[in-house]
């Protein structure tokens, strides 16, 4: 917006310079935090800055990456989604046994199976439309029906012996390279880039666009900004919300298959608190739990912030109890900053 | 009289704005003192600096004879210097009197809350305000007007001696602001000082005593209320000869019926309404609080469900189901209370203003064209004078001016040839109130209807070609302006004709 012409009778001063530098501030404050999470790691664990472990954080961050894309749409909302956790087993199980006991295709079943994370998403849709429930309470609801249900058809035993395809989003990989070693043995080169690392990205990437760049976005700030003003001004605010909904149930299934086809296994039970990793990276991105503000880039920056610590912290040695510590604690110190910040302003 | 508190010099810096620069004030033992200012002018930042939420950059505040400078609200509180804000701070899901004595409960035993003490102590209060409110009935079951009392009783229960009051009446109705009058008259009478603040000239005549007025952070005088004119006072607030309140009228209503309302209702709020509006002309609608003017207007809009009713837009039957039909047909509303309905306060100005007619700057695919967007907002900025750096500022950080022709802007944009003003001036000040009675008699002159509903008589007057006047849910009257008296408008309005 530099080099356009302004409107006359108004002065682009300092004022305009100092929004932009927020702003500015705002998106980096987080990226910076991360760079220097990597840059204290790759001082103190030898392995940490390797190509290997990079893609092996990226692989780690992924799931969680995923959840936090569709959370962050129904939070700028004003909204919450508790039953991330449980759709992400639900349609798990949901692809698992349509190819287990069905034979299905194993691509069609995960269409089926992110389906059913949509469907998911258009039944809290109705219960906040139209129930008027809050949020918290119809999603709290769901979290409870959907890990029953999971449970239920397995009887909560996990489902193994799927076929190797099954496999492919979680552990395949694109542009592997393979070596001789000094034995003349043929060994891994460059690991590739793994699939679903590709499948978050590229969707980071069109939600993103989505969220910055459409009417739909516009629109799902403007719901989280002031509801009434927005159906005042002849918005379907009830169809923004039915979106918001759908589409992190999408999101939340989405990452339940790649869970479930990194571990080759349908696991009823996983996921359990899931969806509290996911609302803490999009916290940890800057967006506000009260609505209207927040962004996809935040939300990427806050999963590798929670992938990057607890891969360095394992590679340091540190306990999965004392991990959660340190993690709970960034998720307060990442939200006090932004609350000082918004105060000084 | 003796000198209770006085201001000397004080300012005020915050990052780019110098809010106070070198102010004066004197308050005395039992006056009523009104400080007038545009918004923008320091009284706010003043009064925070008077009850200890900021702290003044230079200058001194002497309190009873000594220097004095309050680090927090409860400091000053406790020092005798009470504060009413603009806003009601009260807890509503506690009683009358749980909210007078929050964060000072008499115990008993060191440890437990005197609940006997504290209402008996709460009646003895209420009772020097001559309020008749239970002191055991929760807050959010009394009227404002009531409420307000009881922001009042708290402010006295730390026997206060000046009591600072910020746009009180801004909520009340008629009827409310005489009580709120005559406690202020028996404060005064008791040698309470009041700094008294308010927008709205007409009904400072009733109490003030002297008059301080501050223009854009600057003191610019202080004079006993009766040495000055209305005219003089809003000339010295806005730093211009304002001859006229209102701009001459530009337009000439046509006989094209522009939108025509027939038994229109909502239920249990409204009986029946018809009416009609032509293209360029602007309708006042007069009418007590309660009366079901909004009520009317949000069922026209379509944002509230009717209970039947035909509306005809340029002689077409429509209907208006949600408030997305009555913009397609070409209808815009602007809500009385624009920060709860009107504005998405956290969004950019460029936002609001593109929100009701998005697909006009995106593809059909729904990307947004974000050059067509500027490119409409900085027409809109320049072309209603909307003072504010940048299209990018956070609509939160206007005045309500501006803010209000960001409203204005997103229907126009919309291209509404109906507009629905309701109180379109409230909480604008005075310079600004005159640009919107600009804006809207240029938009009757280019051939749009106005219908503008409004509590300020004055503006009634000022603006309409003719007059609805609405009592207890009903259409009492449509009259021309020629002829047009207050004495009628309110003789309509109370039900006495």
């Not at chain 2, 007409?202 to 202080?222: C, K, L, N």
């Not at chain 2, 460029?350 to 409409?376: C, F, P, Q, W």
């Not at chain 2, 600004?432 to 004055?458: T, V, W």
Request: net charge neutral.
């Amino acid at each position: 917006m530099a080099n356009e012409p302004l409107p006359a009778g108004t002065a682009m001063d300092d004022e305009s310079a100092r929004l932009l530098n927020a702003d500015l501030l705002q998106k980096f404050a987080a990226l910076a935090g991360l760079v220097a999470l990597l840059v204290v790691f790759s001082l103190i664990a030898r392995n940490f800055f390797t190509v290997d472990n990079l893609i092996n954080i990226c692989r780690q961050t992924t799931t969680i990456a995923l959840a936090g894309i569709g959370v962050t749409f129904v939070i700028i909302t004003g909204g919450i989604d508790l039953s991330i956790g449980s759709v992400l087993a639900m349609s798990g199980v949901v692809a698992g046994m349509l190819v287990k006991d069905w034979e299905w295709n194993v691509y069609v079943a995960f269409f089926a199976g992110a389906l059913s994370g949509v469907f998911v998403g258009f039944l809290n849709g109705a219960m906040v439309n139209f129930l008027r429930l809050p949020p918290f309470i119809a999603t709290l609801g769901m979290m409870m029906i959907a890990r029953g249900l999971a449970l239920l058809v397995t009887n909560a035993r996990s489902i193994p012996g799927l076929p190797e395809s099954f496999g492919d989003i979680g552990n395949g990989a694109l542009g592997t390279t393979y070596r001789l070693n000094a034995r003349g043995v043929e060994v891994i080169g460059f690991p590739g880039i793994p699939h679903a690392v590709i499948l978050m990205a590229v969707l980071a990437v069109v939600f993103y666009y989505i969220l910055s760049s459409t009417k739909l976005g516009r629109y799902i700030y403007a719901v989280g900004s002031n509801e009434e003003a927005t159906r005042l001004s002849g918005i379907n605010v009830v169809k923004v919300k039915f979106f918001a909904y759908m589409i992190c149930g999408g999101f939340a299934a989405l990452s339940g298959i790649v869970t479930m086809s990194r571990l080759v296994t349908v696991q009823p039970t996983a996921g359990v608190a899931f969806e509290m990793d996911a609302i803490a990276s999009t916290v940890i991105g800057g967006t506000s739990l009260m609505g209207g503000v927040g962004g996809i880039s935040g939300t990427i920056i806050g999963a590798f912030i929670i992938g990057v610590l607890r891969n360095g912290l394992n590679m340091f040695g540190v306990q999965g109890f004392v991990q959660q510590i340190i993690i709970g604690a960034v998720i307060i110190l990442a939200v006090s900053v932004d609350q000082f910040r918004n105060r000084k302003k | 009289m003796t000198t209770l508190l006085s201001v000397e010099g004080v300012s005020k810096a915050f990052p780019g704005v110098k809010a106070l620069d070198n102010v004066y004030l004197e308050l005395r033992k039992g006056e009523v003192h009104v400080l007038l200012g545009e918004n923008g002018a320091g009284k706010s930042t003043l009064m925070k600096i008077l009850s200890g939420v900021y702290q003044a950059d230079s200058g001194a505040i002497v309190y009873k004879g000594k220097p004095v400078q309050f680090k927090t609200a409860t400091e000053a509180l406790r020092a005798g210097i009470g504060i009413i804000y603009q806003e009601l701070n009260l807890v509503p899901h506690l009683t009358v009197a749980q909210n007078i004595f929050i964060g000072k409960e008499p115990v008993k035993m060191g440890f437990t809350i005197d609940a006997a003490r504290m209402n008996r102590d709460a009646v003895e209060i209420l009772k020097r305000l001559n309020a008749d409110i239970k002191p055991t009935a929760l807050v959010k079951n009394i009227a404002v007007s009531k409420q307000q009392m009881v922001e009042v009783a708290k402010a006295l229960s730390y026997n206060s001696d000046v009591l600072i009051m910020d746009e009180p009446t801004s909520a009340l109705t008629e009827a409310e602001i005489e009580e709120l009058f005559k406690v202020i008259k028996s404060l005064r009478a008791q040698g309470v000082g009041i700094i008294y603040i308010s927008h709205r000239l007409e009904e400072i005549r009733e109490i003030a005593d002297r008059v301080t007025i501050f223009r854009d952070g600057q003191y610019v005088s202080t004079d006993d209320y009766g040495d000055l004119t209305l005219d003089e006072i809003v000339k010295r607030m806005v730093g211009r000869e304002m001859a006229h309140k209102f701009p001459p009228k530009k337009h000439i209503p046509t006989d094209e019926v522009i939108l025509e309302v027939r038994d229109v209702q909502r239920r249990g709020e409204t009986e029946k309404a018809s009416f009609t509006l032509h293209a360029g002309e602007i309708l006042g609608v007069a009418g007590l609080m309660g009366a079901g003017r909004t009520e009317l207007a949000r069922a026209i809009f379509g944002a509230d469900p009717k209970a039947g009713g035909e509306i005809f837009v340029n002689g077409a039957r429509v209907t208006v189901d949600s408030p997305l039909d009555a913009i397609q047909a070409g209808i815009g509303y602007l809500s009385e209370d624009r920060k709860a309905y009107g504005l998405a306060l956290n969004m950019r100005i460029t936002d609001n203003i593109t929100m009701a007619y998005l697909d006009e700057v995106s593809t059909r695919s729904g990307r947004i064209l974000k050059h067509l967007e500027k490119g409409v907002s900085r027409r809109f900025v320049k072309s209603l004078d909307i003072k504010t750096p940048s299209i990018s500022q956070v609509v939160k950080n206007l005045s309500g001016g501006n803010q209000q022709k960001v409203v204005i802007a997103k229907w126009l944009f919309r291209n509404a040839r109906v507009l629905i003003f309701d109180e379109p001036t409230r909480g604008v000040d005075v310079g600004a109130k005159y640009a919107i009675y600009e804006l809207m008699d240029g938009l009757a002159a280019s051939g749009a209807g106005i219908i503008m509903i409004s509590s300020e008589l004055p503006e009634i007057l000022g603006m309409s070609d003719r007059i609805m006047v609405m009592s207890q849910g009903r259409v009492a009257a449509i009259m021309n302006i020629e002829g047009a008296t207050q004495e009628k408008i309110l003789h309509h309005a109370a039900g006495l004709l």
